[in-house]
T-cell receptor, first 114, second 113 residues
Framework: DQQVKQNSPSLSVQEGRISILNCDYT??????FLWYKKYPAEGPTFLIS?????DKNEDGRFTVFLNKSAKHLSLHIVPSQPGDSAVYFC?????????????FGKGTKLTVNP | DGGITQSPKYLFRKEGQNVTLSCEQN?????MYWYRQDPGQGLRLIYY???????QKGDIAEGYSVSREKKESFPLTVTSAQKNPTAFYLC????????????FGEGSRLTVL
């Protein structure tokens, strides 16, 4: 049973517009949420995270929104750039300081067209 | 230079052969992980180790084996028992205690001929 779901396998947007990547989760006990970005044939790199006690975290062009009541988070990229084209993974963890492991979604492939 | 080194980056194997993927880190992280990535499947956890001389099975451990004799090293052996070994393998270390963030290596692409 998937605890972290990214229901859109792919997303295509125009350069300069907003990209919105969505992620749903089933376990209300998740304490921390992370987004990773992955280029082909490379390892994922950490992008941005949010604690369950917050509803928004912003870092430059990237903003993550958390809606705990809906068990939903989203990553906004504004403005989108061709270099943002990659696979984005949403991940969640129950207890970052303990022995719990990150749970990943299946990823969304973002294509930003020039 | 601190980081995670995976080798080889590309590897070809004949059916029935075991192969070992190397993962070395100098980040002084206690925890190390092996993930497998297949198209449309995301990142699936194979094995992980929270401390030297100890490791646990992940979600898809069948056909794989690991060892953790040193803090810096966590090699993964893909055995002939693994039915579909062709994949992209990622080693990771953890991580920030307050976020669970993992740091990933560059990956190893294994192709079974």
């Amino acid at each position: 049973d998937q605890q972290v779901k990214q229901n859109s396998p792919s997303l295509s947007v125009q350069e300069g517009r907003i990209s919105i990547l969505n992620c749903d989760y089933t376990n209300s006990m998740f304490d921390y949420f992370l987004w990773y970005k992955k280029y082909p044939a490379e390892g994922p790199t950490f992008l941005i995270s949010i604690s369950s006690i917050k509803d928004k975290n912003e870092d430059g062009r990237f903003t993550v929104f958390l809606n705990k009541s809906a068990k939903h988070l989203s990553l906004h990229i504004v403005p989108s750039q061709p270099g943002d084209s990659a696979v984005y993974f949403c991940a969640a963890i129950l207890d970052p300081g303990g022995s719990e492991k990150l749970v990943f979604g299946k990823g969304t492939k973002l294509t930003v067209n020039p | 230079d601190g980081g995670i080194t995976q080798s080889p980056k590309y590897l070809f194997r004949k059916e029935g052969q075991n192969v070992t993927l190397s993962c070395e880190q100098n980040l002084n992280h206690d925890a190390m992980y092996w993930y497998r990535q297949d198209p449309g499947q995301g990142l699936r956890l194979i094995y992980y180790s929270q401390i030297v001389n100890d490791f646990q099975k992940g979600d898809i451990a069948e056909g794989y084996s690991v060892s953790r004799e040193k803090k810096e090293s966590f090699p993964l052996t893909v055995t002939s028992a693994q039915k579909n070994p062709t994949a992209f393998y990622l080693c990771a270390t953890g991580g920030r205690a307050n976020t669970g963030e993992l740091f990933f290596g560059e990956g190893s692409r294994l192709t079974v001929l």
